[in-house]
């Protein structure tokens, strides 16, 4: 996939007004949903997962929609063991694309790990990490 066929026209997508993603509402019937995060497609995607272009028809040659450059995919997840127990023990991750700097995932020293501590910690980690990113530049 060429750069030349990515797009970059966020101010003119409703949805990134409020940054709420629903494949389902944005793509097409024909575009395959599993092919919406674009992600390793070739060495210019390995440290990031993009959004596809929900306007673009997908390559001939390989079926993916051109991506946003400008609309990296950050995925967050917590999760605790024996969650409501004295003995409970509390994760969170944070996924950028498989060779990402930003990947990083870590137990939760909190004394009193929940299911809900560590999913808030997954996503303000994520913010985190997407200031991070945009700071970076």
């Not at 966020?10 to 674009?38: C, G, H, T």
């Not at 994760?91 to 560590?118: C, P, R, W, Y």
Request: net charge negative.
């Amino acid at each position: 996939m060429d750069v030349i066929n990515s797009h970059c026209i966020s101010e003119s997508r409703d949805w990134a007004k409020d940054r709420k993603f629903m494949p389902s509402q944005r793509y097409a019937a024909n575009i395959n949903l599993n092919r919406v995060e674009i992600h390793d497609h070739d060495n210019s995607f390995t440290y990031w997962t993009y959004i596809a272009c929900e306007y673009a028809e997908p390559c001939t040659c390989c079926g993916i929609p051109p991506p946003h450059l400008d609309c990296i995919v950050i995925a967050v997840d917590g999760a605790c063991r024996r969650n409501g127990t004295a003995d409970a023990r509390a994760a969170v991750g944070v996924f950028v694309a498989k060779q990402s700097e930003h990947n990083m995932s870590f137990v939760l020293t909190d004394s009193k790990a929940t299911n809900q501590i560590a999913e808030l910690r997954a996503g303000i980690l994520g913010l985190e990490q997407a200031i991070s990113i945009r700071n970076k530049g």
